[in-house]
């Protein structure tokens, strides 16, 4: 089992906004104008784009070693990866190209994120050349959420292992088998506390192949894991290595998402909570000795109705939350996300949404200075 792996990555979502700002910012603003062929990436996150519509990123999570990519027209190859992780933990990394949003960083022109009602197809190719001294798989990554969250940890995750190599396995277990896109896969499933993932595992190599991810996004509706009205995020392809592993490459990625009517979807398009959507937050509170709740309500002041919310806010030094109605929280003190429940999380255009939790504080007692919707900043009421 490899159950620090995604937690690793959650821990990620934690410092990914820095992290991501502090390092690949200034690989983002030496790129901005769209990468060149054959640029390369030594940063733990650094990133570039190919094609001037896919992302590239080192994405380094899991070492301190040194890995190096470079950027090619088409894809990307691996030209340093050094050291070695335990094959019963999470790989060291995820060089890998995506189409979509991932921490904060869209690809450009994508219409990422999407609701999967309002996907007809999501066509895919991807091919790979694989070297035999190292231990790695060569993975899809596709993310679902219930909101068009553009950052952070999503909630469910598809895996695809087109190859691996060495003594590895996916999260969880093998839950039987399956035939999706014409092929026959052995399906694993499981989770970390954070995602579920649902991992497709090819019963031989595959060095590359064509296909529609919404065959696997289907998938994972049916099993319970996602829901129609959930959003496709992000299609990510590349490899976890956890010994080695120069000389691998993708070496072509393409991604295409095809709507039905009435989302053109993406980063300011109606789905997406920075586009036409804007929030206020009313935050009150009854205060005692060492105690306190706190009373909060959501408006929608945008113009497009919110369908799943989470709201993130960081507590003042001192506070723990101790028990909420109305949200499901993530965090006690400290940052602090709290999501919808089943009975408020569609909020429609000038619409409200309420919730509230009971907690202690230490020192003096302070309000939370900001808020943020599904990754929009919010006015205070």
């Known amino acids: 089992m490899r159950p620090s792996q995604h937690h690793a990555r959650s821990t990620r979502g ?4 820095l992290l991501t700002s502090l390092v690949s910012l200034a690989a983002l603003l030496t790129t901005a104008s769209g990468a060149h062929a054959d640029a390369a990436i030594c940063q733990p996150f650094g990133v570039t784009t190919v094609q001037g519509r896919y992302v590239v990123q080192n994405n380094r999570w899991g070492s301190s070693t040194t890995q190096c990519i470079t950027a090619t027209d088409s894809g990307f190859r691996v030209t340093q990866a050094d050291g070695s992780v335990p094959t019963n933990g ?7 190209i995506y189409n979509g949003c991932h921490y904060t960083n869209c690809s450009p022109g994508t219409s990422l994120p999407a609701r999967l009602s309002n996907i007809s197809s999501a066509p895919s190719s991807i091919s790979y050349n694989y070297v035999n001294d190292a231990v790695y798989n060569a993975s899809y990554d596709i993310w679902l ?12 995750e598809i895996m695809l292992w087109f190859n691996k190599v060495g003594p590895i396995q996916p999260i969880g ?9 014409g092929r026959q896969w052995q399906v694993w499933s499981g989770g970390n506390g954070t995602n579920d993932v649902l991992s497709f595992v090819a019963l031989s190599t595959m060095t590359g192949w064509n296909f ?12 319970g894991i996602a829901q129609n009205n959930w959003y496709l995020t992000s299609v990510q392809a590349g490899f976890e290595p956890w010994q080695n592993g120069a000389g691998l ?25 920075g586009g036409s959507q804007a929030c206020k937050v009313a935050y009150g509170t009854n205060v005692w000795q060492g105690g306190f709740t ?8 945008g113009s497009s109705p919110v369908s799943g919310w989470k709201l993130a806010f960081t507590l ?7 028990s909420g109605w109305n949200t499901n929280l993530s965090g006690s003190s400290g940052a602090v996300t709290a999501g919808n429940v089943a009975h408020n999380g569609e909020v429609a255009a000038g619409g409200q949404a309420t919730f509230g939790f009971q907690g202690t504080y230490n020192g003096t007692f302070a309000k939370p200075t900001a808020f943020s919707l599904n990754g929009t900043a919010c006015s205070l009421a």
């Not at 277990?173 to 896109?181: D, E, I, L, Q, R």
């Not at 295409?256 to 997406?272: A, C, E, F, L, Y």
């Not at 706190?294 to 002041?301: C, L, R, S």
């Open 14 to 17: 934690l410092l990914g906004a």
């Open 90 to 96: 999470g790989p060291k990394s995820y060089p890998s």
């Open 145 to 156: 959420d219930p909101t068009p969250r553009t950052d952070g940890v999503n909630r469910t």
């Open 173 to 181: 277990s093998v839950v039987g088998t399956a035939t999706v896109g």
């Open 212 to 223: 529609d991810v919404m065959d696997f996004a289907r998938q994972a509706v049916s099993r």
């Open 249 to 273: 490459a993708v070496t072509s990625f393409s991604s295409t998402v095809n709507k039905t009517s009435g989302d053109p979807g993406g980063p300011g398009g109606p789905g997406d909570p």
């Open 294 to 301: 706190a009373d909060v309500t959501i408006t929608n002041t």
């Open 316 to 322: 003042p030094s001192g506070q723990q939350i101790t």
